[in-house]
């Protein structure tokens, strides 16, 4: 199984240290940037892989942007540390919360905990685990017959991110041809006939 990419997100260069040197000592996690600056996260979101954004509370309040992308991109994958007293709105999402007062072991064990359910999660058919979601969805995408373009607007992300996804499918797969990927999409049932019946 491949690691569990993650950034941190927040308003201190202290917490996003302490929170990475905690991070660092679990297999199965690696932290590609920490930063109090949102576009560091936007450009590692736009040429990596990722899989978690850890934000503080603060900064998801307060940074327009970064709420922005959690409110239109459905597919990422977010966690919080509260920073401040102030707890966020029950309707967001995150799959585990950590506090400042947490002890190094409290938040290992959270993490721990975090990388099992993931683990467990992602045990699909062999051919079909080497994609990450991200990569599924732009791959349901291309075999609909959708460009470039189209896919970057329907999925709020960069053109460059879903050529560098495409690139990595190829990649994975070893399939170059939009009808090869087609057939894959098919038999991974990531679409259905009645889909590309439409298409014609």
Do not use: C, P
């Not at 991070?23 to 600056?37: E, T, Y």
């Not at 053109?159 to 797969?173: E, N």
Request: charged share 25%.
């Amino acid at each position: 199984m491949q690691n569990i990419q993650i950034v941190i997100f927040t308003e201190s260069f202290i917490i996003n240290r302490g929170l990475q040197l905690i991070f660092n000592k679990l297999r199965g996690i690696n932290v590609l940037v920490a930063s109090d600056d949102w576009h560091d996260i936007e450009t590692i979101i736009n040429t990596n892989e990722l899989d978690l954004i850890l934000v503080s509370n603060y900064q998801f309040e307060h940074d327009i942007s970064a709420n922005t992308f959690y409110k239109t991109n459905k597919t990422m994958r977010w966690a919080l540390v509260q920073t401040n007293k102030k707890e966020l709105n029950k309707l967001y999402n995150f799959e585990f919360n950590l506090k400042l007062q947490d002890k190094e072991e409290t938040i290992l064990k959270i993490l721990s905990n975090f990388i099992e359910h993931d683990k467990n999660n992602t045990i699909t058919s062999s051919s079909e685990s080497t994609l990450s979601k991200r990569e599924k969805d732009i791959l349901k995408e291309v075999a609909l017959g959708l460009t470039n373009h189209e896919i970057a607007e329907k999925l709020f992300i960069s053109q460059h991110t879903v050529i560098a996804h495409r690139k990595k499918i190829t990649s994975k797969l070893g399939i170059k041809t939009i009808s090869g990927l087609t057939v894959y999409a098919l038999l991974n049932e990531l679409i259905e006939m009645g889909d590309v019946d439409q298409l014609k």
